[in-house]
Every structure is written in structure tokens, then in C-alpha cells.
């Protein structure tokens, strides 16, 4: 981070931005953890996710994933706060992890030393990623901590993503279904399309086939970039082929490049499961 920024965006391993754009960037990350097989690792410590989804795909038990302490929160603010830097921290929705929670409570730690926003994206992964990058366009601008939290919190309203998944077995043995319950039972075999609304999985549409479901996120798409959302990125997890196919609709939707394409992690692939699609888009004045 650029010792001109004032203020120092932090958030946590759940928006599978590239790599290279979070050191870039000067993004600050607190990683949540997997356990696979007995084995508890930092999602960020992973270098890549081929071996952990091999295993989900043959484990006859689910990994489990759990939040960061506060002390990992502390481990990160603490030199930030030192630095003389305010904080905006921003996380996956509180009602999918307690991640928002531990943040909430390590800035309360810290009391008045330095100014700490904690802001809930209300949505994760590419929804996450699109929040973090326009707080840090602002922080960026030399914006101070109530607007680089409001600039935040403008994305979270402005932002919208839809999730396609291959298959609801693991978003129902993970327990994260939300209002897509009554989907659950003889329809494990549609391709649920989700959304999120106030932090939670909410159903958008239920698709018979993976071609239907991906002219349904095609379709989609237009839609945002008549709307001005012209920002677009794509995230998958082990959908490389789909995942391009998206790619090349969108650069004839929008007619420019993705802001990213990524592959979801271990936290957010354990319950999505192998074959999900992600897609969304946001106003590009948000990352000015």
C-alpha cells in the first residue's frame, strides 16, 4: 500500500480477486481456514485449488471452513493502526459467516486508536471483490474513511450477481441453502440459479439443462449493460470451459475485457461445489 493512502482497505480471503491485483492494489486480506481431511490451512496459503477440489469431489465428508479470529483481524490492523492509517474493512455477508463479526470485534479492541469501519458486502466472491475494489478506487482518490466506506456501501446497492451451480448437493450438506430450501429434495437435479438479497441465497430461476442456464446468464448480462453496469467479471470453480464461454458472450455483450476471472476457493467452493458460474457487473464510475 502507497504510504500517500490514508486509509487502508482490508477485507478477507472470500473474493477470489487475482492474486497479483490484491498486491497491487495494496489490498490488506484475513484469511478464513479449511479443514480437509484433518488438515486446517489458510485459504490464502493455498497456491492453487485442483487437489482440494479432487477430494471434494471423491470425500465422503464435506471439508468444514470456519472465520478468522479476532486475533487474526488484530495481526493485520494492528501495524495498519500503527502506520497511522484508518481502516475500512470490509467482509463476506454476516449471514453466511461470522467473518464480519470478528472484524466487528477486533476494531472494538483496537477502541480510538485509529478509525475502523467494518462493512457487511451483504454478498461474496465476485459481489465481495467489486465492494473492495471501489472502496480502494477511493481510498486510492485520497477519500477519507467515511467516504471510502460510503463508496463501499454504494457498490454493495449497485452490484448484483448471479450464481449458477451444477448441482444443489453441496449447498444443501454445507446448510447454506437459505430461501432456495423449497428447492431441495426431487430437484437436486436442476441447475438452481441464485442471487443474494439482504446477505442471504435467494432462488432467481430453476433451469433443466447447463445450455439453458448459461443463455440464462447471457441473458442476464444484457440486461446490466443496459442498465450502464458495464463492469463485468466472471468466477467459477473448476468450469474453465463454461466459464470462457461467459467470457467470450460478455466481450460481445459489453464490448471490453472483464474486470477478472477467477476460480472461487475452498471456502465458498465447498458449498457451491465443482461446475458453479458466477457472473456480475456494476456501475464503472464506482471504481473511478
Known amino acids: ?13 472470500t473474493h477470489y480477486l487475482p492474486r497479483d491485483l490484491v498486491l497491487s492494489r495494496g489490498i490488506n ?16 496459503d493455498m497456491p492453487d485449488f485442483e487437489a482440494f477440489y479432487d477430494g471434494l469431489r471423491t470425500s465422503a465428508d464435506l471439508p468444514t471452513t470456519s472465520q478468522p479470529s479476532i486475533g487474526d483481524f488484530l495481526e493485520v490492523y494492528e501495524p495498519l493502526v500503527a502506520a497511522g492509517h484508518d481502516i475500512v474493512s470490509v467482509h463476506i455477508s454476516g449471514g453466511l459467516s461470522g467473518t464480519v463479526e470478528s472484524a466487528r470485534q477486533a476494531a472494538a ?7 475502523i469501519e467494518v462493512v457487511d458486502s451483504l454478498s461474496t466472491c465476485g459481489g465481495l471483490a467489486v465492494v473492495v475494489l ?3 478506487a477511493a481510498a486510492d482518490g485520497g477519500a477519507g474513511v467515511e467516504q471510502v466506506a460510503q463508496r463501499a456501501r454504494n457498490a454493495i446497492e449497485a452490484a448484483e450477481v448471479w450464481f ?15 430461501r432456495a430450501q423449497a428447492w431441495i429434495g426431487s430437484a437436486l437435479s436442476i441447475k438452481p440459479i441464485l442471487s443474494f438479497a439482504d446477505g442471504t441465497l ?6 433443466r439443462t447447463s445450455r439453458r442456464a448459461l443463455e440464462r446468464m447471457l441473458e442476464y448480462l444484457r440486461s446490466r449493460n443496459d442498465d450502464g453496469a458495464t463492469a463485468w467479471f466472471v468466477q467459477h470453480a473448476q468450469a474453465p470451459a463454461v466459464a ?9 455483450i459489453f464490448g471490453c475485457e472483464p474486470l477478472f476471472v477467477t476460480e472461487l476457493g475452498p471456502v465458498l467452493g465447498t458449498y457451491a461445489g465443482p461446475g458453479m458460474l458466477g457472473i456480475g457487473a456494476l456501475p464503472p464510475s464506482l471504481l473511478q
Open 29 to 44: 486480506v484475513v484469511s478464513l481456514y479449511v479443514n480437509q481431511g484433518g488438515v486446517v490451512t489458510k485459504e490464502s
Open 244 to 252: 470462457e464461454k461467459v467470457v467470450e458472450g460478455g466481450r460481445e
Open 134 to 136: 471501489a472502496a480502494q
Open 164 to 178: 449458477s451451480l451444477d448441482t444443489l448437493e453441496f449447498v444443501q450438506r454445507g446448510g447454506r441453502i437459505g
Open 109 to 115: 479492541e483496537l477502541g480510538a486508536q485509529r478509525r
Open 1 to 13: 500500500m502507497s504510504p500517500a493512502t490514508p486509509v487502508a482497505v482490508v477485507t478477507d480471503s
Open 202 to 207: 435467494q432462488p432467481v430461476e430453476r433451469v
